[in-house]
């Protein structure tokens, strides 16, 4: 056990110490920060500035977190000259039309349209009340940044787990390529050095994902965005870590075996195709569960692993999921786990030390 | 004691040898502690395999490692230093981080590490290099790290692959200086060495083997008598046929005859020799430990 936390201490101070992961740490926070941002600098204009030619104001409602103000221009050419300088987005000339220097946008044109309908209306006395809007679903409020927040969880998670799973890949190959391991397992076991690996990088994908996470968070307080995330946010983000720990130790696992298989590091793409491949699937399917966590697909994924890796803390995020769903598929993906464990273990400790030609799977499998 | 006792290997053939390699047929000997063991055989004679199996790196198909009498346990190795013949470091990793980590590999605790990887890096001359990364460092140098690696946690048997190839004659005698002082204090050593008047002036005992078997082993002393001496003669300006019926070969070089001769009557030799010229040189001469290697293998 002290061997394996020697190792597991090595690749961490390693990895920690190594200017690509401080860099690349710091990359993802600063965009998963600015993501906290993004509904603010991209969810449309915070303000209208609206002309009127020759008519009377429209009673425009802003819509919320957004003010319109008003301009007059003396004639249409005045208008038009503002609306190409950019000083306007719309002009209303002679109460008929809307001038803009574009497409007009979408929204102003609808509520320029309505307000347009409703003065008309009240020019002859007749009263539209405005419809009263209700959500039936009780957390529906939540809905758009738990879509924003599953989306980015699922980048987050799949290049966490691609980035420790080729870590793993590479470290093995640079072990066995370069004989180390004759000398490391001549003082230890092969699980200790395997576990000890996995271990390290596992601790390292966890500070990764804890600094990102907490960035992100960190952000959307500042940004405001906070008020929108779903109460128990902790348990998605414990929920969040927690999967990544099944998921990353059945793919580094399988990594590491296929990575034995080689013994120089250029052959390491080749030999992990599988795994990426497979690792892409999960990827895909996450991506669509996040979009619609609550369809068949994302449903029974949630249960199959390596998919339920990502599915499942994707939809943890995406929709409220009861609690005995969570802990059930945890437990099918931790057998899984423990299974990638028991063969990738066997593979690894019977082809680490055989330098050489690339060898096959099954060759490595059949051996006594 | 280190105690091999029939190790046999085959290895799997390829194509063009189908019914594999035979790596090892039978190798057997013992170091005794305090011994300086020294290895030697042609290319591909099977030094490397042996060791290989020694350090449980290789599994032999047949055969025993016995240690201290008992069977060779892993807990075992983990007290031993070995040096694989195909150099292996972390290129990335600076020289004290390195060697200090391999020492705590091999048990020991963190304060004890960072002294003896202190001491070592002094004594092999790597002390200004401490803090570079391996892949900096020259080739003989990142030799003398591969060389702390084996040696920093103290260990009770040394198993070292081709040590001295590779190092400037300084670190040659760095190296002799830390093996010996080790072995006095009552390690065995195992090294295997192609310079072989190293091996001779090393070693207490040496194993020559070909093709995966012990052809000779015991001390150089042992196996020079085993082997004999030359007698050579120096006459000068003898008459000529003077040495006909003689054993031996005779070589000419100007007016210089030189007659050697193994296995033959010297006082006979002699009084010819006398009666014909002048005797410059007359005298048994040693074999070296070239002259043993070339006979066994040969
Ligand atoms: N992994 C392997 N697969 C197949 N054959 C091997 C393997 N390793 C060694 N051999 C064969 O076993 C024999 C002994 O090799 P070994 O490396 O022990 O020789 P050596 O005495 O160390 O030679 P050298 O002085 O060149 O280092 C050689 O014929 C070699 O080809
Ligand atoms: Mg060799």
Redo the contacts between chains.
Sequence with gaps: MN?LM??AR?EIV?QVRSRTFVIGLLVSAVLVAALAFAPKLFGGPDSYTLGVVNSQRLPVTAPQGATVEWRTYPDEAAARKALLDGDADAVVVNGSKVLSEGELDERLGVLLQVANREMKLDAQGVRVPPLQTEAVRADARYDAARGGMATTLTFLLFFTLVGQMMMVAMGVV??KG????????????PWQLLGGKIAGLGVVGLINLVVIVCGGLGAATVSGLVVDFPPGMTGIVVGVLVWFLLGYVFYATLAAALASLVSRQEEVGSVMNPLMMALMGTYFVAFFAANEPNGTLAAVLSWVPPFSAMVMPVRMAATEIPLWEVAGSAAVMALAVAGALALGATVYRRAV?RTGARLKIRQVLSQR | MLELSDLRKRFAGGPDAPDGKVALDGISFAVQPGEMFGFVGANGAGKTTTMRIVMGVLEADSGSVAWKGRPLEHADRRRFGYMPEERGLYQKMSVAEQVEYFGRLHGLGPSAARKATADLLERLGLTERRGDAVQALSLGNQQRVQLAVALVHDPELLVLDEPFSGLDPIAVDALVAVLQERCRGGVPVIFSSHQLELVERLCDSVGIVSSGRMVAAGTVAGLRSAEGGTLRVVVRDPAPGWADGLPGTVTVAGDRHELRAVDADDQEILRRALKAGRVEYFGVEQPTLTDIFKEAVA
Excluded: G, Q
């Design positions: 061997e020697l190792v090595r390693t640079e072990e370069s004989r180390i391991v004759e000398i490391l397992l001549s003082s230890m076991k030390l």
